[in-house]
């Protein structure tokens, strides 16, 4: 078994959080380089299976030949069909590592990155018909600030949207550089990348429906752990890591626990243990730890 990977994020804290039967069935909905497909594979044997899913048709080549690993290419929001397609109906672990990844941001054609001259892109799935050139150019200057404030987190959103309307209607933004030159003026140097950050995860998010990919697989999950068994997701955001905080503790994405029609809590998972983040050294090491929190949760029923 070969692997390519880079420094995958809070790599032994998140394979130790999965408690791994080496006889167990796991899943990893995040593949990207490998690098934590990798190592939950050395801890299994023939017996134990792993199924990996990306929807990034270059993650194909960072794939492994072994016998009980299975290489899915589509969004995980398909991740309880197509374990059921592979027989699998209950599994002992899943594992999530949101975010673009290392190498996506870092394929300049991609144009994920405010850093690279590209065409505005960021689809994570090639196929994906809406991009962020249609987001930039074609969404409304009440969607644009919408998505720029709650996907964002920015409440100078409207004053951007504007710019964004006024820049396009004379010539048509297509590069990620067009972009940053219709938004540079409008932030002082030393906040720019921060909120060049901002505004490109915003569309970002928007073209792969990131949040609502996430809340339909925090809902599967809970419902393909067999009891006792693990979901261990590394989120990037605070949007993300609130969705998944609100749903290990509540059974729902608000802050009000589920109930059933008896007043029952509805609450399928423990936590585990508190939110892990990387060490300084880590950091040093990969850059991008720097903003990742991982949340341990165990299924109870």
Do not use: W
Request: hydrophobic letters at 35%; proline letters at 3%; a positive charge.
């Amino acid at each position: 078994m070969k692997s390519s990977y880079h420094l995958p994020v809070l790599l032994e804290e998140s394979i130790n959080g999965l408690k791994i039967d080496s006889k167990g069935v796991y899943v990893d909905v995040t593949f990207g380089g490998g690098g934590h497909s990798y190592e939950i594979l050395k801890n299994l044997s023939k017996e134990g299976n792993l199924i990996s899913f990306d929807q990034d048709p270059d993650s194909i080549n960072n794939s492994f030949d072994e016998t009980n690993f299975y290489f899915v290419n589509e969004n995980f929001k398909h991740m309880k069909r197509f374990l059921k397609n592979l027989g699998f109906s209950k599994v002992n672990g899943i594992l999530a590592d949101l975010g673009v990844s290392s190498f996506q941001i870092n394929t300049p054609t991609r144009g994920f990155s405010y850093r690279y001259e590209a065409t505005l892109d960021m689809r994570m799935n090639k196929k994906n018909n809406n991009d962020a050139m249609k987001v930039v150019n074609e969404y409304s200057e009440e969607e644009l600030g919408r998505i720029l404030f709650e996907y964002g987190e920015l409440n100078n959103s409207k004053k951007i949207s504007n710019q964004i309307l006024k820049a396009r209607s004379n010539n048509k933004i297509k590069t990620t550089f067009d972009l940053n030159r219709v938004l540079n003026p409008l932030f002082p140097e030393r906040y720019l990348n921060k909120n060049l950050s901002k505004i490109y995860q915003a569309i970002r998010i928007e073209v792969n429906k990131e949040l609502d990919v996430l809340k339909s697989f925090l809902e599967q999950s809970s419902q393909l752990l067999v009891p006792g068994g693990r979901l261990c997701v590394i989120s990037y955001h605070s949007l993300e890591d609130r969705l998944v905080k609100r749903f290990i503790n509540n059974g729902s994405f608000s802050n009000q626990k589920e109930k059933d029609f008896y007043g029952n809590f509805l609450v399928p998972f423990k936590k585990v243990g508190k939110m892990i983040q990387p060490t300084n050294t880590e950091i040093k090491e990969n850059i991008r730890a720097r903003s990742a929190k991982l949340r341990i949760a165990e299924k109870i029923n």
